[in-house]
């Protein structure tokens, strides 16, 4: 549809949705088996097993924030540095089931978001997970009906989704409203706004219909609602500090952590390289990201989706650990999360290392972190 034209002329009279469903869990298990890619995936004939693994199992989601990972795997840049060891890759459509698949050792490493990474570490009492690098920073923005809301006063009083009860994007909007003054009960999302919990893939059907005014979403649905006629009226990287926090992380399972670190850095070796790539070739890494969308779900971004999302993402290696313990506060302070001990969730050690033989700084935990042998 134009970007001119009013939503209002396309209502069409659904039934108000009080709040739909978790979808991604019901949907999502253990994640999705991500379809064959291109040749660049391919082990290398006689190429050498790392640590005498025959496989390692990478989850990752189908977002632009996720691009590290869609461009790594697309451009074989991870399964180049994993040698004779094959990358399997599974996608996510949400953090618990990640972290469930993680659990249930299905998964070895993943990409995700901040929220779910310190959701599972603090229930599993700090003994699943480690955080050992940073992938992406920003691609969230607060996109609204222009028929219906005009300016940031105007959100109160309006329904405003969000892609999961207890999410990343959830635990910022809740904050966000709090330092408004509004009040909303975090579980039921009722109060001076309503935030409606909306998977990611139903908020754009939402919109334009009128059930939702707005949402608080990650890229690339953002730019999809603005290709509907939306307007961006925040973009949250305007309330960080350097205009910076975490969006994405590179997560792996303690086991898998202690049993083959090698992998491991491999791994990071592999998204090191990919970032720097994506710094270099920024209009190829887009391509390249949207190829291996449209290879894990049957559809590419068409431009007007694609160029604005791209642009709103910083693609970094720094987990930014300072902005991950901000998001904790803010979680325990809506009434989603006790107050976590998150001594012991960063272990840089690796990264560090890789970084150092790259020639980079070295980048800190925020004294969330976990000594390990420097050598093994």
């Known amino acids: 549809m134009p970007a001119s034209l009013p939503l209002s002329r396309?209502?069409?009279?659904?039934?108000?949705?009080?709040?739909l469903p978790l979808l991604a869990l019901a949907a999502c298990g253990y994640g999705s088996q991500a379809k064959d890619g291109n040749a660049n995936e391919q082990v290398a004939a006689g190429a050498r097993k790392i640590d005498g693994l025959d496989t390692v199992r990478?989850?990752?989601?189908?977002?632009?924030?996720?691009?590290?990972?869609?461009?790594?795997?697309?451009?074989?840049?991870?399964?180049?540095?994993?040698?004779?060891?094959?990358?399997?890759?599974?996608?996510?459509?949400?953090?618990?089931?990640?972290?469930?698949?993680?659990?249930?050792?299905?998964?070895?490493?993943?990409?995700i978001g901040p929220s779910p990474a310190i959701n599972g570490y603090a229930k599993s009492d700090g003994k699943n997970l480690r955080i050992v690098g940073g992938s992406a920073s920003g691609g969230v923005k607060l996109v609204v009906n222009p028929d219906e809301v005009t300016?940031?006063?105007?959100?109160?009083g309006k329904r405003?989704?969000?892609?999961?009860?207890?999410?990343?994007?959830?635990?910022?909007?809740?904050?966000?409203?709090?330092?408004?003054?509004?009040?909303?009960?975090?579980q039921s999302g009722k109060g001076d706004v309503t935030v409606v919990r909306s998977d990611n893939k139903v908020t754009p059907d939402a919109f334009r219909s009128g059930s939702v005014d707005g949402a608080w979403v990650p890229e690339p649905t953002a730019s999809r609602l603005v290709a509907e006629g939306g307007r961006v009226l925040l973009d949250e990287a305007s309330l960080w500090p350097d205009r910076q926090f975490v969006i994405t992380n590179v997560i792996v399972s303690q086991k898998f952590l202690e049993e083959h670190p090698?992998?491991?850095?491999?791994?990071?070796?592999?998204?090191?390289?990919?970032?720097?790539?994506?710094?270099?070739?920024?209009?190829?890494?887009?391509?390249?990201?949207?190829?291996?969308?449209?290879?894990?779900?049957?559809?590419?971004?068409?431009?007007?989706?694609?160029?604005?999302?791209?642009?709103?993402?910083?693609?970094?290696?720094?987990?930014?650990?300072?902005?991950?313990?901000?998001?904790?506060?803010?979680?325990?302070?809506?009434?989603?999360?006790?107050?976590?001990?998150?001594?012991?969730?960063?272990?840089?050690?690796?990264?560090n290392k890789v970084l150092e033989a790259e020639g980079e700084s070295a980048v800190d935990d925020a004294g969330l972190g976990v000594e390990r042998p420097k050598s093994r």
């Open 262 to 351: 090698k992998v491991v850095q491999a791994v990071l070796k592999g998204s090191v390289e990919t970032n720097r790539w994506i710094g270099a070739n920024p209009a190829k890494a887009k391509a390249a990201a949207n190829r291996q969308l449209e290879t894990d779900s049957g559809k590419a971004l068409p431009a007007d989706v694609l160029d604005p999302a791209w642009r709103s993402i910083r693609f970094t290696d720094d987990p930014l650990a300072d902005t991950l313990d901000a998001e904790a506060a803010h979680a325990v302070e809506a009434g989603l999360l006790e107050k976590p001990d998150l001594a012991g969730i960063y272990d840089l050690t690796i990264l």
């Open 151 to 156: 300016s940031l006063e105007d959100v109160k």
């Open 160 to 186: 405003i989704a969000t892609p999961q009860l207890g999410n990343t994007q959830d635990v910022a909007f809740l904050n966000w409203i709090a330092k408004q003054g509004w009040k909303v009960d975090a």
């Open 58 to 111: 990478i989850g990752y989601f189908g977002n632009l924030t996720h691009a590290t990972a869609l461009v790594g795997r697309e451009q074989g840049i991870l399964q180049k540095a994993l040698g004779g060891t094959r990358a399997s890759y599974a996608t996510f459509n949400a953090g618990p089931s990640e972290i469930e698949a993680l659990n249930a050792g299905s998964l070895d490493i993943g990409w």
């Open 10 to 19: 396309l209502r069409r009279g659904v039934a108000a949705l009080a709040a």
